[in-house]
């Protein structure tokens, strides 16, 4: 696919709903601490792999492969990172199952020769975006997000943000 012919592919974890709303909730009041742009409750994600544009052909062969297993995902630790000027959720210490689910996806990604990030995966939900440096942030509630499925999705841009939409779902056994 040429350069800016199509939407920009990956693969990431849902949380159910009422997860979504509460991490939504949450980043309003963290909001207050540090401005920022929120992320909408519909678009929280943790993102396993990022593809850019590419063949979802190919990337859908690579996810069928994958064997991986349902887990629950702690949210238990807020941050914020200067960096890249976000707020993000997350678990203190990487799930084992999120690290053997997101290291087989990679793996798998690449024998269908994707080029994908070489640092170590982070496992992160970002939901402040150009925030400043907060004094310190509200108490996290840890909702539940228990992730039996990844899904590949592709994201637009317009002029209203980030537009996602499920390309394919793969269930977790």
């Known amino acids: 696919m040429p350069s800016g ?20 909730e949450w980043a309003l009041e963290a909001k207050r601490a540090c401005g920022g742009r929120a992320t909408a409750a519909e ?24 064997r991986a297993h349902r887990f629950d995902l702690p949210m238990e630790e807020a941050q914020f990172w200067r960096h890249n000027r976000i707020v993000w959720v997350g678990p203190r210490e990487l799930p084992r199952a999120l690290a053997q689910l997101a290291d087989a996806l990679h793996q798998e990604l690449f024998k269908e020769q994707f080029k994908l990030e070489t640092r170590p995966f982070a496992a992160h939900i970002t939901l402040l975006r150009k925030a400043t440096d907060p004094e310190g942030l509200p108490p996290l509630t840890a909702p539940a997000w228990p992730v039996d499925e990844f899904l590949l999705v592709s994201s637009a841009l317009s002029d209203a943000g980030s537009r996602y939409t499920v390309e394919k779902r793969f269930a977790l056994s």
Request: net charge positive; proline share 11%.
């Open 43 to 66: 678009n929280i994600h943790l993102t396993l792999a990022f593809l850019g544009e590419a063949d979802p052909a190919r990337a859908i062969a690579a996810a069928q492969r994958v």
């Open 5 to 24: 012919a199509g939407p920009r592919l990956f693969f990431a974890v849902w949380p159910p709903p009422e997860s979504a709303r509460a991490l939504a």
